[in-house]
């Protein structure tokens, strides 16, 4: 599914037209040591071609491919533009990626230059990038670089600004890496085109909204949604000083437009039962009066006095927190897409009935079809050119126009689609059984102590769920927690086929992360890394059903 690429408008375009047409209107908004930094559309457009024209001072040829390697803020932005303007190609890397990822990604990418910005660990990550890489520095604390970022606009432009082709390649976006070694999605201009101005028109985006933009821009969602949106629809967009500060900067935005992953509404709710336990607010939400100021007030507090869709993705949210959050008026769609469609796949119209368990319809200029075996197939006008240096992935992901998603699903007849599981995910019992883990997951989720989970069983007798306890968990006694977790345990085991029955639950003792490799730069579970961990624990015999065991020890428990 390919739309007309003449009648395109491609972002070197947009952002001109922009910045002759609202110049003075300020857009991006950087918290810098507490106080607002705005950008108008002519500072945008003035420093991503001074920018530009520095790349190619610095001996820096157009086909170069530059990374980025940085937290959102302002001048992400700005260096993507300029790198559009400047005819790079842009390989953005996820701010939490470990030395070795940065080495891949920027050796694999063949990579001349690198940005570096806002980073938490970056004493620990430069190590990652070769002293061949020429590094550039955003303004401000980060790892040392051969230029800087006021040296850099300081520089006068001596280019045109680049016009690329509709089909031309400006971005190589990597993959989070949940199953193996990242894998290098090639996007075109139309693409990030299409992406952007198809889910603006399903979300009926424009102007006058405004957007926080905190996940990561290495991201497809953030990408195609927010910044290729941005600009599309010319939206303000605000960012996030620090993970200290969100819930500031939140309320600093007030965004109409919401978007989030499961982990952060967990946070949110629990922020919202310290102030409030759920005994008083059930009671008060009963009181007719009472209960709209209650809702009113929360939503004020979280920042979402303004907000008029919520989406979440990455991961299923149990059914239990959308109720939960349906209760207080504010009800999340949760949305699907892949890197391979820059993020384009499912997602809700304002005003459409949210259906939990579901992400919702295709949307706009998006084909779904479920093949026979259950796998969900997609076309769009944002597919992947395909991935780099690697054809023979990319004829067995793209087949007859679709991309093959891996994703096993269904659709009713209201046209919702639903997950119920991953291809690869699958795996045969002792027995030769076959078990799908995402449906069982999801039943456990329900459970408020699981933070994280994954369910392993290939080669044992029965399934087994190893489960990274939630913040709240850590702060109940651990007889509470196993209580709860074997009411959990025998519930969701009456519902399932004998060979699926989940056989023990072990409690991991140390925090998942990316940082420690249990969990992608967008907090999936690598699902190939707790098994590697963790089998040899779950081989052994327990004596109880639930227990508690080492990370990091085999032997232990």
Same mark, same amino acid.
């Given at each position: ?49 001074? *920018?530009?024209? !520095? ?18 803020? !302002? ?45 938490? &660990? ?29 040296? *850099? ?37 139309? &693409? ?61 935005? +007030? ?19 310290? &102030? ?38 990455? !991961? ?16 999340? +769609? ?133 489960? &990274? ?15 709860? *977790? ?23 003792? +140390? ?38 065991? +080492? ?7």
């Amino acid at each position: 599914m390919r739309t007309n690429t003449s009648d395109l408008l491609l972002p070197t375009e947009k952002l001109r037209f922009w910045a002759e047409h609202s110049a003075d209107r300020a857009v991006l908004f950087q918290p810098v040591d507490g106080r607002l930094k705005a950008f108008t559309w002519r500072d945008i457009y003035q420093q991503a071609r001074q *920018l530009a024209g !520095a790349l190619s001072g610095i001996g820096l040829a157009r086909g170069a491919k530059v990374a980025i390697l940085s937290k959102n803020c !302002a001048e992400w932005f700005i260096t993507d533009f300029a790198l559009m303007l400047g005819g790079f190609i842009s390989v953005p890397i996820y701010p939490t990626a470990n030395a070795e990822t940065i080495e891949y990604i920027l050796k694999h990418a063949e990579c001349e230059a690198v940005f570096i910005g806002k980073l938490d &660990n970056y004493h620990d990550q430069q190590t990652g990038v070769g002293s061949d890489v020429i590094r550039l520095a955003f303004p401000y604390p980060t790892m040392q670089a051969q230029h800087q970022w006021d040296e *850099l606009l300081s520089r006068q432009v001596s280019e045109p600004d680049f016009v690329p082709a509709p089909d031309e390649l400006m971005t190589i976006l990597y993959t989070s890496g949940s199953t193996g070694q990242p894998k290098g999605v090639m996007h075109s201009f139309a &693409n990030y085109v299409n992406a952007g101005r198809n889910t603006g028109q399903r979300l009926q985006i424009d102007s006058r909204d405004r957007c926080l933009s905190y996940l990561p821009l290495a991201h497809c969602t953030e990408r195609g949604y927010i910044e290729s949106g941005f600009l599309t629809y010319g939206f303000q967009c605000y960012f996030v000083e620090s993970l200290d500060t969100f819930s500031r900067d939140l309320q600093t935005a +007030s965004p109409t437009v919401f978007g989030s992953v499961p982990r952060l509404w967990t946070l949110f709710q629990k922020g919202v039962l310290e &102030n409030m336990p759920q005994q008083k607010l059930d009671r008060l939400l009963k009181i007719p009066v009472i209960s709209g100021l209650t809702k009113k007030a929360i939503r004020k507090k979280l920042g979402f006095r303004h907000t008029r869709l919520f989406v979440s993705g990455s !991961a299923p949210l149990s059914e239990k927190i959308l109720e939960w959050y349906q209760k207080l008026g504010i009800t999340i +769609s949760e949305g699907w897409g892949m890197t391979e469609s820059l993020a384009v796949g499912c997602v809700a119209k304002p005003g459409m009935p949210v259906k939990f368990g579901t992400i919702c319809h295709p949307g706009k200029n998006c084909e779904i079809k479920i093949a026979d075996d259950g796998e969900i197939l997609m076309r769009t006008d944002s597919t992947m050119l395909g991935y780099y240096k690697d054809e023979q992935n990319t004829r067995e992901t793209i087949r007859n126009g679709y991309v093959h998603t891996g994703d096993l699903g269904s659709m009713d007849e209201q046209g919702y689609v639903s997950i119920t599981g991953r291809k690869k995910d699958i795996f045969k019992t002792e027995k030769g059984k076959y078990v799908a883990p995402i449906p069982i997951e999801k039943q456990f989720a329900e459970n408020q102590y699981i933070e994280q989970m994954c369910l392993m069983g290939t080669l044992l007798k029965q399934p087994v769920l190893v489960v &990274n306890l939630s913040e709240h968990a850590r702060s109940q006694s651990s007889t509470e927690v196993a209580d709860s *977790l074997h009411i959990t345990l025998s519930n969701v085991n009456e519902s399932l086929e004998k060979h699926e029955r989940v056989g023990k639950v072990l409690i991991a003792d +140390s925090v998942w992360s990316p940082e420690t490799g249990e969990l992608t730069p967008t907090l999936k579970v690598k699902r190939h890394i707790i098994e590697k961990r963790f089998l040899p624990h779950a081989q052994k015999h327990h004596d109880d059903a639930v227990h508690w065991i +080492s990370s990091r020890n085999p032997d232990s428990g």
